[in-house]
Protein backbone atom coordinates (compact mmCIF):
# COMPACT_ATOMS: atom_id res chain seq x y z
CA UNK A 1 0.00 0.00 0.00
CA UNK A 2 1.06 3.96 -0.57
CA UNK A 3 1.70 6.36 1.60
CA UNK A 4 -0.58 9.30 1.85
CA UNK A 5 1.08 12.48 0.28
CA UNK A 6 1.28 15.12 2.86
CA UNK A 7 0.66 18.35 0.31
CA UNK A 8 2.89 20.76 1.86
CA UNK A 9 2.38 23.24 -0.96
CA UNK A 10 -1.36 23.41 0.03
CA UNK A 11 -1.24 23.92 3.24
CA UNK A 12 1.61 26.55 2.84
CA UNK A 13 -0.99 28.15 0.77
CA UNK A 14 -3.96 28.43 3.17
CA UNK A 15 -1.36 29.39 6.10
CA UNK A 16 -0.50 32.33 3.94
CA UNK A 17 -3.93 33.08 3.30
CA UNK A 18 -5.02 32.89 6.49
CA UNK A 19 -1.80 35.37 7.17
CA UNK A 20 -3.11 37.80 4.81
CA UNK A 21 -6.72 38.19 6.32
CA UNK A 22 -5.39 39.24 9.49
CA UNK A 23 -2.37 41.65 7.96
CA UNK A 24 -5.43 42.63 5.95
CA UNK A 25 -8.13 43.53 9.46
CA UNK A 26 -5.12 44.52 11.28
CA UNK A 27 -3.83 47.36 8.66
CA UNK A 28 -7.76 48.03 8.18
CA UNK A 29 -8.34 48.63 12.42
CA UNK A 30 -5.36 50.09 12.96
CA UNK A 31 -3.55 51.57 10.01
CA UNK A 32 -0.52 48.86 11.00
CA UNK A 33 1.51 47.16 8.32
CA UNK A 34 3.49 44.79 9.84
CA UNK A 35 7.58 44.51 8.34
CA UNK A 36 9.55 41.75 7.35
CA UNK A 37 13.56 43.13 6.79
CA UNK A 38 15.74 40.33 5.10
CA UNK A 39 19.97 40.84 5.48
CA UNK A 40 21.95 39.35 2.66
CA UNK A 41 25.72 39.40 2.73
CA UNK A 42 27.25 38.25 -0.33
CA UNK A 43 26.14 36.48 -3.52
CA UNK A 44 25.44 32.65 -2.48
CA UNK A 45 22.91 32.04 -5.35
CA UNK A 46 20.80 29.74 -3.76
CA UNK A 47 20.34 32.52 -0.81
CA UNK A 48 19.57 34.71 -3.81
CA UNK A 49 16.54 32.42 -4.73
CA UNK A 50 15.45 32.20 -1.09
CA UNK A 51 15.55 35.88 -0.34
CA UNK A 52 13.68 36.32 -3.43
CA UNK A 53 10.51 34.48 -3.06
CA UNK A 54 11.17 35.51 0.74
CA UNK A 55 10.03 38.92 -0.43
CA UNK A 56 7.91 37.73 -2.62
CA UNK A 57 5.70 36.29 -0.39
CA UNK A 58 5.92 39.11 2.19
CA UNK A 59 4.59 41.89 -0.71
CA UNK A 60 1.59 39.05 -1.88
CA UNK A 61 0.65 38.73 2.32
CA UNK A 62 0.49 42.32 2.19
CA UNK A 63 3.64 43.48 4.78
CA UNK A 64 6.02 45.34 3.95
CA UNK A 65 9.45 43.97 3.10
CA UNK A 66 13.02 45.15 3.18
CA UNK A 67 15.89 43.71 1.73
CA UNK A 68 19.40 45.09 2.53
CA UNK A 69 21.81 43.30 -0.01
CA UNK A 70 25.30 43.79 1.35
CA UNK A 71 28.95 43.34 -0.38
CA UNK A 72 30.44 39.91 0.78
CA UNK A 73 33.36 41.72 1.79
CA UNK A 74 30.94 43.73 4.22
CA UNK A 75 32.75 44.34 8.05
CA UNK A 76 31.11 42.68 11.38
CA UNK A 77 30.92 46.37 12.54
CA UNK A 78 29.16 47.94 9.45
CA UNK A 79 26.26 44.70 9.49
CA UNK A 80 25.78 45.57 13.25
CA UNK A 81 25.47 48.62 12.58
CA UNK A 82 22.47 47.79 10.42
CA UNK A 83 21.09 45.62 12.69
CA UNK A 84 20.96 47.87 15.38
CA UNK A 85 19.28 50.63 12.78
CA UNK A 86 16.49 47.72 11.63
CA UNK A 87 16.08 46.91 15.70
CA UNK A 88 15.06 50.43 16.26
CA UNK A 89 12.96 50.47 13.31
CA UNK A 90 9.48 51.06 14.21
CA UNK A 91 8.30 49.66 10.15
CA UNK A 92 10.45 46.73 11.16
CA UNK A 93 8.75 44.06 12.86
CA UNK A 94 10.70 40.94 11.67
CA UNK A 95 14.32 40.82 10.71
CA UNK A 96 16.28 37.43 9.42
CA UNK A 97 19.57 37.40 8.12
CA UNK A 98 20.49 35.17 5.82
CA UNK A 99 22.71 32.14 6.78
CA UNK A 100 25.34 30.84 5.79
CA UNK A 101 27.25 34.17 6.33
CA UNK A 102 30.32 34.68 4.61
CA UNK A 103 33.26 33.27 7.23
CA UNK A 104 35.14 36.52 8.42
CA UNK A 105 31.36 36.92 10.10
CA UNK A 106 30.87 35.89 13.53
CA UNK A 107 27.14 34.30 13.19
CA UNK A 108 26.30 33.76 16.64
CA UNK A 109 27.39 37.19 16.95
CA UNK A 110 25.28 38.71 14.55
CA UNK A 111 22.45 36.48 15.44
CA UNK A 112 22.18 37.66 18.89
CA UNK A 113 22.44 41.44 17.90
CA UNK A 114 19.08 40.69 16.59
CA UNK A 115 16.30 42.16 19.32
CA UNK A 116 14.78 39.20 20.37
CA UNK A 117 11.04 40.15 20.00
CA UNK A 118 12.24 40.86 16.44
CA UNK A 119 13.99 37.37 15.42
CA UNK A 120 11.48 36.13 13.36
CA UNK A 121 13.54 33.43 13.08
CA UNK A 122 13.98 32.48 16.38
CA UNK A 123 17.72 31.43 16.11
CA UNK A 124 18.79 34.45 19.01
CA UNK A 125 19.90 32.64 21.79
CA UNK A 126 16.73 33.76 24.26
CA UNK A 127 14.16 32.44 21.91
CA UNK A 128 16.48 29.01 21.93
CA UNK A 129 16.25 29.20 25.63
CA UNK A 130 12.40 30.13 25.86
CA UNK A 131 11.47 27.07 23.73
CA UNK A 132 13.62 25.07 25.78
CA UNK A 133 11.77 25.91 28.55
CA UNK A 134 8.58 26.13 27.47
CA UNK A 135 7.81 29.69 27.31
CA UNK A 136 6.42 31.82 24.86
CA UNK A 137 9.06 31.91 21.87
CA UNK A 138 9.72 32.86 18.13
CA UNK A 139 10.22 29.71 17.19
CA UNK A 140 12.30 28.60 14.18
CA UNK A 141 10.49 28.50 10.63
CA UNK A 142 11.16 25.13 9.03
CA UNK A 143 10.41 23.02 12.78
CA UNK A 144 7.67 24.89 13.31
CA UNK A 145 5.97 23.62 9.59
CA UNK A 146 6.67 20.51 10.06
CA UNK A 147 5.19 20.74 13.55
CA UNK A 148 2.18 22.24 11.96
CA UNK A 149 1.93 19.65 9.29
CA UNK A 150 1.81 16.65 11.90
CA UNK A 151 -0.90 18.43 14.18
CA UNK A 152 -2.92 18.74 10.68
CA UNK A 153 -2.52 15.03 10.19
CA UNK A 154 -2.65 13.39 13.98
CA UNK A 155 -4.52 15.84 15.50
CA UNK A 156 -2.79 14.80 19.35
CA UNK A 157 0.78 13.82 19.09
CA UNK A 158 0.88 12.92 22.47
CA UNK A 159 2.94 9.79 23.03
CA UNK A 160 3.90 9.07 19.71
CA UNK A 161 7.89 7.74 19.05
CA UNK A 162 9.34 10.34 17.12
CA UNK A 163 13.03 10.38 15.49
CA UNK A 164 14.56 13.14 14.69
CA UNK A 165 17.77 12.87 12.30
CA UNK A 166 19.85 15.39 12.35
CA UNK A 167 21.19 17.81 15.47
CA UNK A 168 21.57 21.02 13.62
CA UNK A 169 20.28 24.50 15.50
CA UNK A 170 18.07 25.46 12.55
CA UNK A 171 16.10 22.12 12.45
CA UNK A 172 17.13 19.07 14.57
CA UNK A 173 17.49 20.88 18.22
CA UNK A 174 14.39 23.16 17.74
CA UNK A 175 12.18 20.04 16.32
CA UNK A 176 12.93 18.04 19.10
CA UNK A 177 11.71 20.41 21.14
CA UNK A 178 8.73 21.06 19.94
CA UNK A 179 8.01 17.52 19.76
CA UNK A 180 8.46 17.50 23.37
CA UNK A 181 6.58 19.99 24.33
CA UNK A 182 3.51 17.71 22.30
CA UNK A 183 4.14 15.15 24.61
CA UNK A 184 6.49 13.05 21.58
CA UNK A 185 8.89 10.33 23.09
CA UNK A 186 11.88 11.91 21.11
CA UNK A 187 14.98 10.50 20.13
CA UNK A 188 17.85 12.65 18.06
CA UNK A 189 20.11 10.79 15.58
CA UNK A 190 22.66 12.02 13.89
CA UNK A 191 26.19 10.90 12.05
CA UNK A 192 27.69 9.03 14.77
CA UNK A 193 24.48 7.16 16.20
CA UNK A 194 24.91 3.43 16.17
CA UNK A 195 22.80 1.15 14.18
CA UNK A 196 20.01 4.34 12.60
CA UNK A 197 18.15 1.98 10.86
CA UNK A 198 17.53 0.17 14.22
CA UNK A 199 16.19 3.60 15.72
CA UNK A 200 14.48 4.70 13.14
CA UNK A 201 12.60 1.86 12.88
CA UNK A 202 11.05 2.28 16.32
CA UNK A 203 9.37 6.11 15.08
CA UNK A 204 6.07 6.62 14.55
CA UNK A 205 7.09 10.12 13.51
CA UNK A 206 10.62 10.26 11.36
CA UNK A 207 11.73 13.70 10.43
CA UNK A 208 15.12 13.69 8.39
CA UNK A 209 17.14 16.89 8.49
CA UNK A 210 20.84 15.29 7.76
CA UNK A 211 21.03 16.94 4.57
CA UNK A 212 22.58 13.47 2.71
CA UNK A 213 20.68 12.76 -0.25
CA UNK A 214 18.12 9.71 -0.10
CA UNK A 215 19.80 8.11 2.97
CA UNK A 216 16.50 7.15 4.47
CA UNK A 217 15.15 3.83 3.05
CA UNK A 218 11.84 2.18 2.80
CA UNK A 219 13.13 -0.59 4.72
CA UNK A 220 14.68 1.33 7.88
CA UNK A 221 10.42 2.23 9.01
CA UNK A 222 7.92 0.78 10.91
CA UNK A 223 5.23 0.39 8.60
CA UNK A 224 2.71 3.46 8.57
CA UNK A 225 5.16 5.66 10.26
CA UNK A 226 4.73 9.34 8.91
CA UNK A 227 7.64 10.44 7.41
CA UNK A 228 8.75 14.31 7.25
CA UNK A 229 11.78 15.02 4.80
CA UNK A 230 13.40 18.29 5.36
CA UNK A 231 16.21 17.34 3.11
CA UNK A 232 16.61 19.53 -0.15
CA UNK A 233 19.64 18.05 -1.86
CA UNK A 234 20.52 18.59 -5.30
CA UNK A 235 21.70 16.00 -7.52
CA UNK A 236 23.37 15.37 -10.73
CA UNK A 237 20.43 12.63 -12.70
CA UNK A 238 21.77 10.64 -16.01
CA UNK A 239 20.83 13.11 -18.35
CA UNK A 240 22.84 15.65 -16.84
CA UNK A 241 20.28 17.88 -14.86
CA UNK A 242 20.07 18.88 -11.42
CA UNK A 243 17.39 17.24 -9.55
CA UNK A 244 15.89 17.97 -5.94
CA UNK A 245 15.95 15.03 -3.43
CA UNK A 246 15.78 14.88 0.04
CA UNK A 247 17.06 13.11 2.53
CA UNK A 248 14.90 10.31 2.11
CA UNK A 249 14.71 7.66 -0.59
CA UNK A 250 11.36 8.66 -2.03
CA UNK A 251 10.33 5.04 -3.89
CA UNK A 252 11.20 3.03 -1.46
CA UNK A 253 9.73 4.70 1.78
CA UNK A 254 6.33 5.81 0.36
CA UNK A 255 5.82 1.96 0.25
CA UNK A 256 6.34 1.56 3.57
CA UNK A 257 5.31 5.15 5.18
CA UNK A 258 1.88 5.57 6.30
CA UNK A 259 2.61 9.02 5.24
CA UNK A 260 5.37 11.05 3.70
CA UNK A 261 5.98 14.54 2.50
CA UNK A 262 7.28 14.83 -0.98
CA UNK A 263 10.55 17.43 -2.57
CA UNK A 264 9.58 19.29 -3.40
CA UNK A 265 6.34 20.74 -2.03
CA UNK A 266 6.56 19.26 0.99
CA UNK A 267 8.58 21.05 4.00
CA UNK A 268 10.10 23.65 2.23
CA UNK A 269 6.51 25.93 1.07
CA UNK A 270 5.77 25.80 5.45
CA UNK A 271 9.45 27.61 6.11
CA UNK A 272 8.55 30.74 4.33
CA UNK A 273 4.63 30.49 5.05
CA UNK A 274 5.52 29.96 8.83
CA UNK A 275 8.26 33.29 8.54
CA UNK A 276 5.17 35.53 7.42
CA UNK A 277 3.12 34.01 10.07
CA UNK A 278 6.20 34.61 12.78
CA UNK A 279 6.22 38.18 11.29
CA UNK A 280 2.72 38.92 11.88
CA UNK A 281 2.74 37.46 15.55
CA UNK A 282 5.73 40.22 15.60
CA UNK A 283 3.87 42.75 14.66
CA UNK A 284 1.09 41.93 17.09
CA UNK A 285 2.98 41.52 19.87
CA UNK A 286 5.31 45.17 19.68
CA UNK A 287 1.61 46.83 19.11
CA UNK A 288 0.01 44.94 22.21
N1 LIG B 1 19.43 29.55 5.50
C1 LIG B 1 18.80 28.37 5.25
N2 LIG B 1 17.66 28.28 5.97
C2 LIG B 1 17.56 29.43 6.67
C3 LIG B 1 16.59 29.93 7.58
O1 LIG B 1 15.57 29.31 7.89
N3 LIG B 1 16.87 31.17 8.10
C4 LIG B 1 17.97 31.87 7.77
N4 LIG B 1 18.14 33.05 8.34
N5 LIG B 1 18.89 31.43 6.93
C5 LIG B 1 18.67 30.21 6.38
Known amino acids: MGAA ?14 VADHVARLKAETGITPGLAVVLVGEDPASEVYVRNKGKQTLEAGMASFEHKLDATTSEADLLALIARLNADPAVHGILVQLPLPGHLDSDLVINAIDPAKDVDGFHISNVGLLGTGQKAMVPCTPLGCLMLLRDLHGSLSGMEAVVIGRSNIVGKPMAQLLLGDSCTVTIAH ?14 IVIAAVGRPEMVKGDWLKPGATVIDVGINRTRVESGKDRLVGDCDYASCAEVAGAITPVPGGVGPMTIACLLANTLTACCRANG
Open 5 to 18: VIDGKAFAAKVRGR
Open 191 to 204: SRTRDLPAVVRRAD
